[in-house]
């Protein structure tokens, strides 16, 4: 018996419509799909009618395996800060607007996507929080200067995030509970939860929150955290998988000021090869529960183990296009039924 099925992730795939993504998925022998809420997006304003994209699946013979939304939830807990590095993200009318602006933007349209995402059954939305602690935090350097006792001009930032976590996100977590949706946070360096730890304090915080959960994907632990300590540490709160594989380089520096990802020490690469050992990966992800939990939430045979292909060298296309089939062919594999040393001995059945 198989518990997992091939799908693919949309964010890379930003030069497609649904329409394109969806017949890349499909044509690379995905079974199932993951687009970016971009995607979802009509040119006149607001999203396509569910039932619309939900017959697009349909045609193709695919499952919706989660909306990506990464970057309005991201934008959404870090505006606060004024990084320009929330205007990719949003409307070119609001990029010139003030960092309230746009956060309440972005807390609106990510309420508007869960309710397209309810509509359409979909109940994992694989994202990111963003910076509620702040740039100087979330560069995780050993002399943080993270908390000053002045009694007029003093500071705590773990202490400030915290409070701005809670309550700047307590509406969107509000209603993802109300919608039954789990947001699975991407366990990510530049986010408000960069290791395990990290996101069991936020779990902590929000009184054990049902809609908070992880989207796991090996290929963000680079920097002291192996990807096994991670997901055995948060694996009862994974309900999303990526499948994706880099490579660091020997003897070059992780956070040198490199924009050619040909030149930098950590890069990403094809699902075969590069330093994690993929089948391992998705047997932890077996070990840990996370079909079981997929399935439960939504009612299938089968859990997602979501390509989202990057590289260094080769093209999206087609490091995209081979990870399906590698995730398909070699991860997808039969589950033991028993353990071996059942069937060993004379009197074996």
């Not at 970016?36 to 396509?48: A, H, I, N």
């Not at 949003?90 to 956060?103: D, F």
């Not at 908390?147 to 209603?175: C, M, Q, S, W």
Request: aromatic share 10%; proline share 5%; charged share 20%.
């Amino acid at each position: 018996m198989k518990v997992f099925h091939p799908s693919v992730e949309g964010a890379q795939h930003g030069d497609k419509d649904l329409a394109g993504f969806l017949n890349f998925a499909s044509a690379n022998g995905a079974l199932g799909a993951q687009p970016t809420c971009y995607m979802l997006e009509q040119k006149e304003g607001g999203f396509m009618p569910a039932a619309v994209i939900r017959e697009m699946f349909a045609q193709r013979g695919l499952h919706p395996d989660g909306v990506s939304a990464h970057c309005p939830f991201w934008v959404q807990t870090s505006a606060w800060t004024e990084t320009e590095t929330v205007r990719p993200f949003i409307p070119a009318n609001l990029r010139g607007a003030s960092s309230r602006q746009i956060e309440n933007w972005a807390e609106d349209y990510c309420l508007h996507l869960m309710d397209l995402c309810a509509e359409l059954g979909v109940k994992v939305i694989p994202m990111f929080w963003g910076l509620a602690y702040g740039l100087e935090v979330a560069t995780g350097y050993p002399w943080g200067f993270w908390k000053f006792a002045d009694p007029d001009h003093g500071y705590d930032l773990i202490k400030e995030g915290d409070e701005r976590f809670v309550n700047r996100t307590r509406k969107l977590r509000e209603h993802a509970t109300d919608l039954n949706l789990m947001l699975a946070h991407e366990i990510h360096p530049g986010t408000a939860a960069m290791c395990g730890s990290d996101f069991l304090h936020v779990v902590d915080l929000c009184g054990v929150d049902e809609c908070l959960g992880v989207n796991a994907d090996p290929s963000h632990c680079w920097e002291g955290e192996t990807w096994q300590d991670r997901f055995d540490q948060v694996g009862d709160y994974v309900y999303g998988c990526h499948m994706k594989n880099h490579y660091v380089r020997p003897g070059h520096p992780l956070r040198s000021m490199q924009p050619d990802w040909k030149h930098r020490a950590m890069q990403f690469t094809q699902l075969d090869r590069g330093h994690i050992g993929l089948v391992r990966y998705a047997e932890q992800m077996l070990r840990i529960g996370y079909p079981e939990r997929y399935c439960k939430l939504h009612g299938t045979q089968t859990a997602p183990l979501v390509v989202e292909a990057e590289g260094a060298f080769a093209s999206l296309d087609q490091v995209s296009g081979d990870g399906i089939r590698f995730v398909r062919d070699v991860c997808c594999f039969e589950v033991a039924g028993r353990s071996h040393e059942e069937g060993m001995g004379a009197g074996a059945d």
